[in-house]
Each structure stands twice: as C-alpha cells, then as structure tokens.
DNA sequence: CATGAATGAGAGTTCATTCAT
DNA sequence: GATGAATGAACTCTCATTCAT
C-alpha cells in the first residue's frame, strides 16, 4: 500500500469520525432545544442520529459531556465576534451597542442553541452556564478591566458591570424571542441606553 | 384516654400532616442544594426525612411538584416584601433601591434556595425558574406599568426593563454570594445607580 | 389497627421478604448449576423466578452476593452435620470415616448444589470456595489440632492433613457424581482407607 | 530495497505473527492473574498488548479460547516433565514422589499461572481446569493402571487414585503458595508420605 | 494481515410509582 | 394515612464481534 493510499485512508477515517461528532452534537443541539436539558436522555441523543447506541459512547462519556461540547462550540462562535465588535469599539457606546446587537444577533439566528437554555417541558427555565460560557464571560471583564485603566469608562467595579451586562443580555434576549415583534435592533437599543445612561451614575470603585 | 388526650391526639395528627409536608419541602430543599435538580431524585429526597417513600406521594406527585412547591414557598416569602417595598416607594429611586436591597437581602440570608439555583455537581450554573418565580417577575411589571401610569417614571418599555431588572438582580447576587466581602449594601447600591441612571436615558415607548 | 394486625401484618410481610430471598436462591441454585457461575446472569436468576427484575436488588446487590448466600447457605448446612460426626467419633477412623461418609452422602443428595461448583458450558470445571466454606476447612483443622492434642492422631502437620482431605473429598466427590456405579460407601471406604493407611506415614511435625 | 532486505522482511513478518500471538497469551495469562478469569474481557487482553483490538480474533476466536490456549500451553508444559518423571520411575515410591515433586516444583515457579486458579477480587478462590488439564490427569491415570498392570502397585481403583493425588496436590501446592516458610521439599514429602502409607491400605478393586 | 470505529444485543441497575398490609 | 417491598419500564453502559480502510 502507498503512501497516497495509506492518507486517504487515513483520511476518509477521521472525516467519518468527525462527522459522526458533529453528528452526535447536532442531535444534542435539537433534541435539548426540544425537551429540555433535564428530560433529555443520552438514548433520545442517538435516536436522533442514525448511529448506534454504543457510537455515542465513542465520543462523550456521558450527557454532561456532550452538553458540554456542545455549550462550548456555541460559546466559541460567539465569543470571536463579541471580541471582535469590542476591539473595534473606538468608545463606550460602540462598546456597549456592538456587544449587544452582535448577542441579540447570534441568539435570533440561533435560536435552538439558546432555547436549550430556556425551556423543559415543566415550563422551567433552565440556564446552565459552562466553564467556557464562564470563560466568555470573563473575557468581557478583561476588556471591561482595559477600558476602565485607558480611561474609556468610569472607574466602576468591573465584575459587578459584567455581571449586570450578562443578565441584561441573557434576559432581554429571552424576551426577544418570547415576543416575535420585538427586534434585535430595538433590543440592541434599550440594553445600550441602560447601560449607556447607567455607568455614568454607578459608584466609583474604592480602592483596596 | 380522656377526651382531652383525644383532641390532642387529633391534635398531633393534623400537626403531623402539615409537619409531614413541611419535613419533606425542606428535606428537598437541603437535597437539591446539596445534589442540583437534575441529580436528585425523590428517593434522595425521602431518604433525608423520617418518611417511609409512599408517604410522598401522599403530598406530591414527583420531583417537578415537590420542587415547584419548595420554589413557590420561596417566592411566596419573598414577594409580598418585595411587593410591600415597592408600594411604600415615594418615587423611582425607593422603587428599585428597596427591591434590590430587599431581594440581595433575601438572598444572603436564605443562601441555601438560591444555591439551588446555581450549584451542580458538574461545576456548572444552573438556573431553574418555577411559574411561581416567574409571576414574581410579572408582578414587578405591573408595579412598573403603574409607575409610568402615575408619572413616577418615564415611558419605558415594561417588560424590558422588567427583563433587566431580574436580570441584574440574578447576576449580581451570584456575585454576592461568590465575593464574599461584597455586602448587600454595595451590591444594591450598585444595582440602584445602574437603573437610576439609566432608565432616563431608555428610548420612550413607541406608542402601538 | 389492634397490636395483633400490627403483629399479624407484620408477620405477612416478612414472610413474603423472607420467601421471596429463598426463592431467588434457589432460582440461582437452579441456573447456576445448569449455566455454570460464570455463564449466569442476574436477569437469568430472576427470570428462574416468578419476581420483577428489580426485585432481585432489593435482596442482593449482585450476582457474587447471591452466590456467596447460596454457598454460605450450604456450608452451614454441612458443616453441622461433619462437626457433629467428628465430635461423636472415639477415634481416628471414626473421625476420618464419619466425615467422608457425611460429606459425600451430602453431595449425592444434594446433586445441584455441588454441581454449581463443577461444570460449565465450556466444560471447564470451575470450584469457588467462600469465605463460609472456607470457615468449614478452619472447624475440619481445628479438630484436628484437637484430635493431635489428645493423642487420638500422630502429631502431622493439621493444616496440611486438612488440605489432603479436603482436596481427596473433593476430588473423590467429583467423580462419584461422574461415575453413576460409584456409591457413597465405596468412595468414603476408599478415601477413609487412603488417610488411615497414610497418616501413620506421614512425617511428624517440626517443633518450631 | 535487496533480496536480503525483503527476506528480513518476511522473516520479520512471520516473526511477528507467531509472536503476536505468543503476545496475546502471555498477556492474558497477566491479566487473567490480575483480575481472574470471570473478570477479565477481551477488550482487557489486547490492551495489555500492543496490537489492535480486530487483530485478536486473526488469532482466537473468544476468551474462552485464549483461556485454553493459556491452559494448554501451561499443561504442555508440565505435563511432559510429569510423563518423564513417571516414566523414570523405578518404583511406586519413586512414582509418587516425583510427581509431586515435579508438579510443586512448578507451581512455586509458575506461580502467575496457577494464581489465576486462586484469585478473584472477591477473594474467593477459584479453580478452573480446562480439557488440557483434564486430559493431563488422565495421563497419570493411565500410567497408574499400568503400574498397577506392572505390579508395581497393589490392584486398586485408578480413577480414585488420581483423583485424590490430584486432589492433594491441588490442596497442598495452594497450601504452600500461602505459607511462604513451607518449601517445595516439605510439601512433597508430606504428599508422598501420605501415599506411600495410603495405597497399601486402599481396598482391593472389585473385579467387574 | 493490522487497524480501530461502528455495531447492537443485552447486562446491570435505577427509580417513580403502586398497593397490600 | 403510613409503610416499604414489588414492580417493570427505561436507562446507562459494556463488550464481543464485524468490516471498511
């Protein structure tokens, strides 16, 4: 067997593999969109795909695993862009509005990902945040941290502002898919002006 | 036995009811702040009482109700205080400076039903909110629709600003809980100023 | 409820908890002697028996744990039967007789039950011995320490003239079952021989 | 690429074919003596090799079968030093000694094979004896009916005979195995002794 | 012939719920 | 109304085996 042969076949191996992977996240993706995280079992998963029961188990352990994934790959295409509109925010508000409109942005198109977060079939909302949605969440309030110290923005607690930004974010964007009428471009607006409005009257930090 | 001795037996047992429910809410509460919702199950939850497991269904009918009960109990205690706070607000600033102060209040002494929400064994987030949770949120945009009735606050879309409120008031208590040297009082002055601010600078409502 | 239904009731249920152990021994009993230990699954134990599946682990946690009720069980079904014969012995053929007789009259008896030690599907044979059987080894030892204290036996190695009989009863035992025309007299009159003849033979101990 | 290298090279291949099955062997007899017979999985042989998991069945067809190759080769093994020893054999004495001599000797050498007989987590003990082995016990069986053919041996029932020196030999290699100060030497005497003493009391054959 | 991912039967086990006591 | 064992559907996961590469 040549060289040649030997990539292809090595190719077309690990082309399956990771087709069987996104496969496998993709059920995922619909089936907790669908039922809820709690209600979804690792059989519902592979129901989904046309793998067999054991296949799952060659590439996630267990439901957590396969969530996690799957939070993960969401939080890695969101992350970019977000980062993206904040390095190229020449001020606060392009900081705050393209933050924003990109998340609203991501979620209308988005919609099954976030719903995972939403609904089960109780009618609990349920959001569960992963280490690399956390990490997501960090990474605002490293830039946050940067525009506080080159004097874009007052001098507030960095962490209390990023909390309140992602709380924003997580419930006007619930509610902008609760209600059709309501766009990105109004949603966008109304958490910027918040928060536009809001920092110039927050406390300044005490030094410790 | 004397009629007296009956009547307290009778006593005793309509106690023993109503104790009987009460041991199991706050069996599932210590349960699931231990285990998260998911990974508890109702034997978890008996286990942690003195009741034999068909005695639960003598009061709930599974996991969803007796975790439905235990989360409106919670509501139930929290909101007619925040509701009593808003009502007694002489103007916007009393409005959300109470609720906040109340709700971070609530939270740093009632630690372990906030916990819930937020601790599994994955080391992930989970937020659960029950109908009864939810009406909470309804009831602070009623008493937000009021205020703009009565003029005591600018045109603002209800439900979004609503959305933010809660939204904040989720994340920053998390904080709170997480920073331990952040007090309630920071927190909430934190929250108060970001709403304070910005609810001037939110675009009126569209009139539709 | 009066004291006598608590008791009467009591008494029902225990009844039906304690029939119930019985019969998924003896349904293990059954299968393990037909399928062999290792061939045997839980499900084909409870499916031997008229009880739900899960039934099973209300009583045992797995296959070996009812394996070693079902060999305890009969170890303290023979081991009385041997002591009590080498008690009433007054001397060493008594001794050595009485326990060969005993034990092999027990398997000839008790067919299925030894026969779970023996055969499997791929006709291997398989022993297991449990902590409870081994226990019986120890009383057979400790006899014989005793019959040497009293001068009834040389002075030989117990533990080793333990082992000797042990594996001869066995052995013996095994082909008994195999060879139809082998009755229990013969087999015991053999092995009975075998000792008598041979621990005079053997070496005395070394005083250490 | 010369001649020379493309002969290497085959060798070389049928080399590694012998060896990896020599490989699989010798890694089940590792693994079977660590986790026991019932225990172990195939998926736990080949990964204690270095080959793939399809490449075991270009060799065995299941772990039974890898258990008797295992079997096997250990009682080739053995079993001509055993022949050899009888056959040496100038007397009865010389017979028996031998042959406990010879198999203790191994045992003590080989102990990870004959430990798989003993060990399983649960620590019972278990012994399994595969057709090889049986048919070694045959051999001895037939080798006493032709000593006792001979008249080197009194005219008593073979089948008993072997199954009691194999029982002893069983018994007392375990017994050594778990008394470190007993030797080879000792342990062999003992047997011999009880033997040499034993066969001449051992009824005479009923002449069927 | 080696590889190792896919397969899917089936083993072990859990658990909400029922129901005789 | 309390009890707790019985139930059996359904789940998680393993593993021998196959087969495309």
């Given at each position: 067997m040549s060289v040649d042969a030997d990539t292809k076949a090595r190719g077309k191996r690990e082309e399956t593999k990771a087709s069987n992977r996104q496969a496998i996240i993709d059920a995922a993706r619909r089936v907790f969109a669908e039922l809820g995280y709690g209600a979804t079992t690792v059989r519902d998963i592979i129901r989904a795909t046309?793998?067999?029961?054991?296949?799952?188990y060659n590439y996630f352990k267990s439901k957590e695993e396969v969530f996690q994934a799957l939070q993960d790959e969401t939080a890695l295409r969101v992350r970019p862009r977000l980062r993206a509109e904040r390095v190229r925010a020449k001020n606060f508000e392009e900081f705050i509005s393209g933050s924003f409109r990109t998340f609203f942005d991501f979620v209308k198109n988005d919609h099954t990902t976030f719903a995972t977060m939403r609904r089960n079939p109780e009618m609990q909302r349920v959001r569960i945040d992963t280490p690399e949605v956390v990490a997501g969440f960090d990474e605002l309030r490293v830039d946050l941290e940067i525009a506080i110290g080159s004097g874009v923005?007052?001098?507030?607690d960095p962490d209390l502002l990023m909390a309140s930004i992602v709380g924003v974010a997580f419930e006007v964007a619930n509610h902008m898919l609760a209600r059709d009428e309501l766009s990105v471009d109004e949603a966008a607006k109304f958490a910027t002006a918040l928060f536009l409005g809001g920092v110039r009257a927050l406390p300044k930090r005490r030094r410790g």
């Open positions: 046309e793998l067999a029961s054991g296949t799952f923005m007052p001098d507030v």
